[in-house]
């Protein structure tokens, strides 16, 4: 599915995504980048800056402190130089309280001046105030050794008695003969170097100090603390490497582990050196907090331009998605058009004064023109009208100018009927646009078909294309709905074939579909075109017939129908003869309603068969009545075998060569305790059709050998005893079964048991009737066909069956002598079962007549009345016993 338009926009959709976000992350990278770098940059500028002017404000500090102590120490060695001056000038005339008076003596908080023997003690009347000896002291014994001309600066002294120190400066005292005289000295408290500390210039943390190469710290300040006389390591301190200048450089101070840019100067002609260090952190402060904002505005920099990169990035992947839908979309849209089984075909509005006239074709699919069996080409630019001129008049042009009008969707299955368009019935859904109409135009035709097939085929028989029953009832509706309004008839025509069935079982299904074809043809050309034919199934015809009062015109018709039932029709080259019973209900006197009407004439109808076929019968009330009491027998006739109230009558069959009773059929009759005797004719059909037949031919087939038994065990002559089997019993599975028990049970020889089948149901299904045939032989039974030359017996087929006798019908008999055709046909059967070695028996002989002709053309066997009627077990007993026979004189 790779090449799926579907498939390939999704995969350029995420490329698409993957390079937008792509582009986005490597726009964001480069801008953090840059803002960070310039961030950094400035940073790092500001901070070198703000480094070298630190070392440098160190450097400058560093001098003017310099500057300082020099100008300090000049002081000091000045009050030094002028006491040497005036002692060694004046020896030991001189004092220093001359020069306090004279007002040449610095004040004695800041310099304590004093004047010492070589010995080192200091003479009370050399000073001015008591001075602990300077005796063993370094700076006496130094100018003792040397008269270098120096001043000596020693390192700090406490000042015993008090917490304390101070630095002695002191200068050598010579005789006039250059000899060691003493030395003159000034105390100084250290501090006094660093009273310049000015926090402004140097800061909380910054350091001035004054340090000797002898590695103490003479004294040193930082803010108000000061530490005097520590020792330290000098070149640590100072960074000084071989004595040189250390300037500015970032050194970490031993005292207190900070960080300070140290400038270190030596002094000239001394074994000090000034000492200032800027705190790294006061002086960088300003450049941290610069730098904290910078880092901040970097990152909210940086966050801006993530924020304004991901919404742009969004957007764009959004922009883009919607680009590649719209894309997609004309894709998918071009690509489903083109395959799609449905035509659409854009139409622009072609207005004139304001109203829509025609449409002009802007666009299809090839659906499209292939529906018009044409190219594309041939239709863009076309007008409507053009294309489709039969537009204008069907409705079809209204019914797009409407569209366009009212701004509504127009939705229509329709039949074809433009020969531009090549297709028989077709769809359209026609929607509104800009400036015309989008149609979409699909292709119905074979599903219309098969629409019209279903529906044709769930209203009509499929054998001879008539109304079924279903649209039988519907059009019978419609027919009572009209007559309500314009007050007329319908007359609802039941139509059931006579001898149809015979037709259908002897000759087969095939031969009875021709039959049933031919005669829905007579049917529908008979009747108008506004009437309805319709087949209910089986040989049943129904007929709707609307609108007449004129019952002789309508009877007219149907003795008309009648009469091209009876036509013949050919089957197979042979001529067959149908007759037909027509019932009739009419609306609105015998129901108003089409169920009521259907049933009514179903009624009609099966009283025209009783009353024996090939006739007319209309609805009545009686009929409805006796239709009651046939479904009273029914009812009854379920209770009848509990209730005991069958029995049987025996009619004997008597040989015409001998006049001897040698047999007797058995015939059932139903006592019932309200109705009294009832006639099998008119509850053997019934039975039949209920089924009940079945137990009540088991329980006939048992009382009739039961009773010939009793009668051969009583010593009457042994007879042949005819038991009739119904249609019904004869498909019974276990018939034979049954037979075989029944004979067992009763003791009968099956020798003496015959079984009388109608001529009718041996001619169905042959051969599976010849296997039971033959079943039922093996039994040891006789086999009669009963009603012979009623049905359309085979004759091809007749030798086949293992029968016995035929049995002439006596409709036959009845008319032996007053109808020559019937004469002919009792000869026949005669002679027919002779050819095949069966036995005829006459039945319903009613006269010496009818007995004489049949004796002359060689009957075997009679039953009738003229005999004995059939008689009940008792009276048939008698007779038996009687000894009666046919008379001599009817021989
Ligand atoms: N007009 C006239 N009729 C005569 C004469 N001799 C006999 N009959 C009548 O003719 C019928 C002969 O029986 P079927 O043809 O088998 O016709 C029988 C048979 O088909 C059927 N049937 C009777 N009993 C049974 C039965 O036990 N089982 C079955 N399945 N059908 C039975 O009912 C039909 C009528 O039976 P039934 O009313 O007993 O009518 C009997 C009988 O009473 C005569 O000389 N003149």
Not at 101 to 121: E, Q, W
Not at 364 to 389: A, M, V
Not at 542 to 556: N, Q, V
Not at 788 to 801: A, E, I, P, R
Request: hydrophobic fraction near 40%.
């Amino acid at each position: 599915m790779d090449h799926t338009p579907l498939f390939k926009s999704n995969r350029r959709r995420r490329l698409q995504m993957v390079r937008v976000i792509g582009t986005f992350l490597l726009v964001a990278l480069l801008g953090l980048a840059v803002i960070w770098f310039a961030t950094w940059h400035v940073v790092g500028l500001e901070e070198t800056s703000t480094r070298e002017a630190a070392a440098q404000s160190s450097r400058e500090l560093a001098e003017a402190y310099e500057a300082q102590v020099i100008r300090n120490l000049g002081a000091i060695d000045q009050t030094l130089r002028l006491v040497k001056y005036a002692r060694e000038l004046r020896g030991r005339a001189f004092t220093l309280s001359d020069l306090k008076l004279k007002g040449l003596l610095p004040p004695s908080l800041v310099f304590d001046v004093g004047i010492a023997s070589s010995d080192g003690t200091y003479r009370d009347e050399d000073n001015l105030s008591p001075h602990p000896s300077a005796a063993g002291k370094p700076w006496l014994e130094n100018h003792r050794a040397f008269d270098a001309g120096n001043m000596y600066i020693s390192r700090v002294q406490p000042v015993a008695g008090s917490d304390t120190s101070v630095m002695i400066f002191s200068r050598r005292l010579n005789t006039p003969s250059g000899d060691f005289d003493g030395i003159v000295t000034l105390a100084v408290d250290p501090s006094y170097f660093t009273s310049s500390y000015d926090k402004k210039r140097i800061g909380e943390q910054g350091v001035i100090g004054l340090l000797g190469q002898d590695g103490e710290f003479r004294v040193r300040r930082v803010a108000d603390a000061v530490a005097i006389g520590q020792p330290v390591n000098y070149r640590q301190v100072t960074g000084l490497q071989n004595a040189q200048y250390a300037s500015g450089a970032l050194l970490v101070s031993p005292w207190d582990g900070l960080r300070r840019y140290t400038t270190a100067l030596p002094l000239p002609n001394s074994p000090l050196a000034v000492l200032v260090g800027l705190s790294e952190t006061e002086q960088l402060s300003t450049v941290m907090q610069h730098r904290h904002s910078y880092f901040w505005q970097a990152a909210i920099a940086s966050a801006v331009l993530l924020i304004v990169l991901g919404v742009l990035a969004v957007l764009s992947i959004r922009l883009g998605n919607s680009e590649m839908q719209r894309h997609l979309l004309q894709e998918t849209y071009h690509a489903a058009s083109e395959a799609s089984v449905e035509a659409f075909y854009v139409l622009d509005a072609i207005e004139v004064d304001g109203k829509v006239t025609d449409f002009v074709m802007r666009d299809t699919n090839r659906r499209g023109f292939t529906l018009f069996g044409t190219q594309k080409e041939s239709l863009i630019g076309k007008r409507l009208l053009e294309l489709l001129p039969e537009a204008a008049q069907d409705g079809l042009l209204y019914d797009l100018i409407r569209v366009v009008e009212t701004g509504q969707t127009n939705e229509k299955e329709w039949r074809n009927q433009h020969p531009a368009i090549r297709a028989e019935w077709l769809y359209r859904e026609v929607v509104p646009v800009k400036g015309g109409i989008v149609a979409i135009v699909r292709d119905i035709s074979e599903r219309k078909k098969l629409e019209i097939q279903v529906q044709y085929q769930a209203t009509h028989d499929t054998l001879t294309g008539l109304a079924n029953r279903h649209l039988l009832n519907d059009r019978l509706q419609t027919a009572i709905a009209a007559a309500a309004r314009q007050r007329h008839a319908v007359w609802v025509v039941f139509v059931d074939l006579d001898r149809f069935k015979l037709i259908n079982d002897t000759l087969g299904h095939k031969a009875g579909d021709h039959v049933l074809t031919v005669i829905a043809d007579r049917l529908t050309a008979t009747v108008r075109e506004s009437d309805t034919v319709s087949r209910l199934g089986g040989d049943e015809f129904m007929l709707i017939l609307p609108g007449a009062h004129e019952r002789a015109l309508f009877t007219s018709l149907l003795q008309r129908i009648m009469g091209v039932i009876s036509q013949p029709v050919e089957v197979d080259e042979k001529e067959f003869f149908l007759g037909c019973s027509l019932g009739v209900a009419i609306y609105p006197q015998d129901g108003d309603n089409a169920a009521e009407l259907i049933e009514r004439a179903d009624i009609a109808m099966y009283q025209a068969k009783e009353s024996g076929r090939n006739n007319i019968q209309f609805f009545t009330q009686e009929m409805n009545q006796r239709l009651q009491e046939r479904l009273q027998i029914e009812s009854a006739l379920r209770l009848a075998i509990e209730q005991r109230e069958f029995l049987l009558h025996y009619q004997p069959k008597v040989d015409l060569r001998t006049g001897r009773i040698v047999g007797a059929e058995a015939l059932i009759r139903w006592q019932h305790p309200e109705m009294g005797m009832v006639s099998p004719a008119k509850f053997i059909s019934l039975a039949e059709e209920s089924g009940l037949i079945v137990p009540i031919g088991k329980w006939t087939l048992h009382e009739a050998c039961r009773q010939t038994k009793a009668w051969i065990d009583a010593g009457l002559p042994p007879l042949k005893m005819a038991v009739n089997l119904s249609a019904r019993q004869f498909r019974e599975p276990d018939l034979v079964q049954v037979i075989a028990d029944t004979l067992h049970h009763s003791g009968l020889p099956a020798g003496l048991l015959e079984i009388e089948l109608t001529e009718g149901m041996v001619m169905t299904d042959v051969n599976h009737v010849i296997k039971v045939l033959h079943e039922l032989k093996a039994l040891g039974l006789t086999i009669a066909i009963d009603d012979f030359g009623t049905g359309y017996s085979s004759l091809s087929y007749l030798h086949k069956f293992p029968i016995d006798v035929l049995k002439v019908d006596q409709s036959f008999v009845r008319d032996i002598q007053s109808q020559e055709d019937q004469s002919l046909i009792v000869q026949s059967v005669i002679s027919l079962a002779h050819s095949l070695k069966l036995r005829a028996i006459a039945e319903g002989v009613e006269t010496e007549a009818q007995l004489g002709y049949l004796r002359h053309h060689g009957c075997d066997e009679m039953q009738g009345y003229y005999f004995s009627r059939p008689l009940p077990a008792d009276a048939f007993q008698a007779l038996l016993a009687s000894g009666k026979t046919l008379t001599p004189t009817s021989t």
